[in-house]
């Protein structure tokens, strides 16, 4: 019997779980008698979809519900619990740990294949910004969307109880750095969803919390075009948030961000939303890269100049055929990554089975962007909008581009709900360290150790 062609898929994010889905369908047969296999190795069990994550963080999607379940969905492939630290593809050999390699002590191990499908994503790109590692939250998974939630009311909680002006005014004082996508929608939903808090604490008005966004460059949302970032900037500030545009976080130890207009701000809360960069595992592999460390791709989704290799989304630098300008590459986002995903399923079961393959062309269809509940900003198909109906087409087009009718049901469920009743303002902070209570119930009592034993 020959071994089956064995397809690797790193990462299980948007390009490895779409690409995956989309494998498992199309070669079924090949699946089935054994002449394929599909592997996807992921760090994490489940893919999160994350435009809901400023809603999520609000309280408006239940964290559960902006994750989607490898297991369930690939229920074709076989799902790897780890990382892949380098590949050799010169050897079709990839180098991984899992849980299990680490529970064993055997160090890492090399997993053979025949096809390979670069997709692990981006990682926060940071700059070496003095007090950043030791105080700065990023905004990019599940965890760190639940835990800014939870830190945003604990904060609250504080300053409700401190007697000390300075505290107070620290922990009420929240700067966001980065003003995309993440940045202004994630400061958005939480300043609505701490204004709406702050009824219930005796001592706290909403005129008391002060929201900062830092921008380096002279807009924001740049994807929703100039008109309409103008315009969400005039939203914001109406809502007493301190927008600061031409402005960088030049420091925040000490917890002290200090801007580099001179500002200095005590605060609590520093998030860090300022771009993204591909992820290290790029530079531990033999295929060719771009200058920003993308992996150089052609239209067809292969690595330029290597078999048996394939690469989109965040990891890959496509060329965007529809623009007509050469060397134009197309936007690292997830528009572009779904699309991508299906074309090069379609291409690698083409490439098996000996049939020609097709390029990637998706011309860009605009931009949706939350700014908190029934306001928002799009610019779709060169149409403005912006308010209530700009808000109504970011719901309506994340909830048609969330996997799973499962999904679906559940994000419209927990949706009409919420405007059905009031908004929850639980911090369950405590589930970030869940072993701590026992832990200090199993200690001994001070003392107890220099008491003789009878």
Not at 141 to 167: C, F, K, W, Y
Not at 433 to 442: D, I, M, N, S, V
């Amino acid at each position: 019997m020959t071994e089956p062609a064995r397809i690797l898929v790193v990462g299980g994010g948007y390009v490895g779980m779409y690409t995956a889905l989309r494998l498992q369908r199309q070669l079924r047969a090949e699946l089935r008698s054994g002449a394929a296999e599909i592997v996807v190795v992921t760090p994490e069990p489940y893919m999160t979809y994350q435009p809901f994550l400023p809603e999520a963080a609000a309280g408006s999607i239940s964290p559960r519900h902006v994750v989607v379940p490898l297991r369930r969905v690939l229920d074709r492939c076989r799902i790897l619990i780890g990382e892949v630290g380098a590949v050799d593809h010169a050897k079709r050999t990839a180098t991984l740990t899992t849980l299990a390699t680490e529970e064993e002590g055997t160090g890492p191990v090399e997993l053979t294949y025949d096809e390979l499908v670069i997709a692990p994503g981006s990682v926060s790109r940071t700059l070496p910004v003095p007090g950043l590692a030791e105080h700065g939250i990023g905004f990019k998974t599940v965890e760190e969307a639940i835990g800014l939630r939870n830190h945003v009311i604990e904060q609250m909680d504080i300053a409700s109880s401190t007697r000390d002006p300075a505290i107070r005014d620290a922990a009420l004082t929240f700067v966001f750095v980065g003003g995309g996508y993440a940045g202004v929608e994630a400061l958005a939903e939480l300043e609505d969803m701490a204004r709406y808090t702050a009824r219930y604490y005796h001592n706290i008005k909403p005129g008391d919390l002060r929201w900062i966004l830092v921008e380096a460059t002279d807009r924001i949302l740049p994807e929703v075009g100039e008109k309409m970032g103008r315009y969400a900037v005039r939203e914001l500030r109406a809502r007493n948030v301190d927008v600061r545009l031409g402005t960088r976080l030049d420091s925040c130890e000490d917890r002290v961000a200090v801007l580099s207009d001179g500002t200095r701000l005590p605060t609590r809360t520093v998030v860090w939303t300022a771009g993204v960069k591909p992820a290290p595992l790029l530079a531990a592999t033999d295929l060719p890269r771009n200058e920003r460390g993308r992996l150089r791709c052609t239209a067809r989704l292969s690595v330029e100049g290597v078999e048996h290799a394939w690469a989109a989304g965040d990891a890959a630098a496509v060329p965007d055929v529809t623009s007509g300008e050469p060397g134009k590459e197309c936007a690292p986002n997830a528009q572009h990554a779904v699309r991508q995903a299906r074309v090069l399923a379609e291409n690698i079961t083409a490439s098996l089975r000996g049939q020609p393959l097709k390029e990637y062309a998706h011309a860009y269809a605009g931009s949706v962007a939350s700014l908190g509940l029934h306001k928002g900003v799009a610019h779709v198909y060169g149409r403005k909008l912006k308010g209530y109906p700009a808000w109504f087409m970011h719901r309506a087009y994340h909830l048609s581009r969330v996997p799973t009718f499962n999904r679906k049901a559940r994000v419209l469920a927990e949706w009409t709900l919420s405007g059905l009743f009031k908004r929850e303002i639980v911090s369950l902070g405590s589930l970030e360290h869940p072993r701590a209570e026992f832990e200090l119930a199993a200690s001994p009592p001070p003392g107890d150790d220099d008491k003789p034993s009878s």
